[in-house]
C-alpha cells in the first residue's frame, strides 16, 4: 500500500459543547466540553486510523494547545511529524443548542505564522517526501503565509512523483490547482471560484468540469454536492455517486472524512470509482455523529455497501 502523509499547516483545537436555548445578553449553562484534534489534514489522519489504515500526520503547531493537539495525536497513535512555530495553535468552536438542533460554530483564523517557519515546513516536506508517496494538503492558510503556498507544495511533488491531493479553498486552492494536483475535492462554490463563474447548476456541472480539467493539470475532479453525493470527472469518465438519506447531526468535518476514504481506498489500489464510493460514505457517516466527532468505521461500511449498490453511472 502506498504511503499516507497529511499536511496541516492551521491545525486547530475544536471544542464542542451543547445549551439548551441561545439568546443574547444571558448567561448560558453549557454542558461539559469535548475536545479534538481538529484541521483539514489532521481530521484526514484521524479518520484513516479509524478505518484501520496508517498515515504520517505533518503539521504546525505551537504553545500550549499545540502541545494539548500533540497529546491527543499520541493517544490516538498516529505518527506525527510537527513544525514547531512561536504562534499558538487556534481553538474552534461549535456550540448546539438542544431546543432545535441548530449549531452555531466559530471558526478562528490561526496564528501569524512567519516566512522562516513555513519555508521550514517546506523543507521538512521536501525531506520525508518519496516517490509514490500520496500527499493531502487540506484546511486553510495561516496568516502571513503566501496564497502561493499549496502550489509550492505541489511542485515539491511532483518533483518527487507523488500523487498530490488538495482539499483547500479561495486564492490558495486557485493557485494550486493552475499548479497542478492528481486530485481536487471543490464544492460546488469553490468549482465556480476556480471557473471564474458566480454559480455552477447541477446540469452545468458536467460541461464546466470538463472544461477545468482539459485548462488545467488536474487528473480527477471529485466535485462534492453534499447530502446528494458526489460527481466524479476524468478526462474519459463521469460518475455520479448518490449519498443515503441519513439523520444529520453535525456537518463538521464531512468534507475531510470524505478526503480521507478516498485517500485510503486510493492507496489499497481500488478503482476511481471505488474510491469516490468509499468518500461518500465516510462524508455521509460523519454527519450522523454529534459535534466535532468524525465518522464511525461501523457507519462507513453499511453506507459504502448501500452506496454501492445504487450508483448510477454514465459515461
Known sequence: ?????????????????????????????????????????????????????????MYMAGGPTGNHLNDMLVDFGIPQL????????????????????EQYRFGMPGPMIKELEWKKTLEQLEAVLTEGDILVASGSLCPGMPT???????????????????????????????????????????????????????????????????????????????????VMLTAQLVEYISAPIVYQKSTIGAGDSMVAGMVLALAQGK??????QYGVACGTAATMTDGTQLCKIKDVEELNGWISSNSNITQ
Open 1 to 57: 500500500m502506498n504511503r499516507i502523509i497529511t499536511l496541516t499547516v492551521n491545525p486547530a483545537i475544536d471544542k464542542s459543547t451543547t445549551v439548551s436555548g441561545i439568546k443574547p445578553n444571558n448567561k448560558l449553562r453549557c454542558s461539559i466540553p469535548v475536545y479534538e484534534a481538529g484541521g483539514g489534514g489532521i481530521n484526514v489522519s484521524r479518520v484513516i486510523h479509524e478505518l484501520g489504515g496508517t498515515s504520517l500526520c
Open 148 to 230: 502561493d503556498f499549496f502550489a509550492r507544495v505541489s511542485k515539491i511533488a511532483g518533483n518527487k512523483n507523488a500523487k498530490f491531493i488538495l482539499d483547500t479553498s479561495g486564492e490558495a486552492l486557485l493557485k494550486g490547482a493552475q499548479a497542478g494536483a492528481y486530485l481536487l475535492k471543490p464544492n460546488l462554490g469553490e468549482l465556480a471560484k476556480l471557473c471564474g463563474v458566480e454559480t455552477i447548476s447541477f446540469l452545468e456541472l458536467e460541461s464546466i468540469g470538463k472544461t477545468f480539467l482539459n485548462q488545467n493539470p488536474c487528473e480527477v475532479l471529485v466535485v462534492s454536492l453534499g447530502p446528494q453525493g458526489a
Open 271 to 276: 478503482s476511481l470509482l471505488e474510491m469516490v
Open 82 to 101: 510537527v513544525v514547531p512555530i512561536e504562534g499558538w495553535v487556534r481553538e474552534n468552536f461549535a456550540v448546539t443548542d438542544t431546543s432545535n438542533k
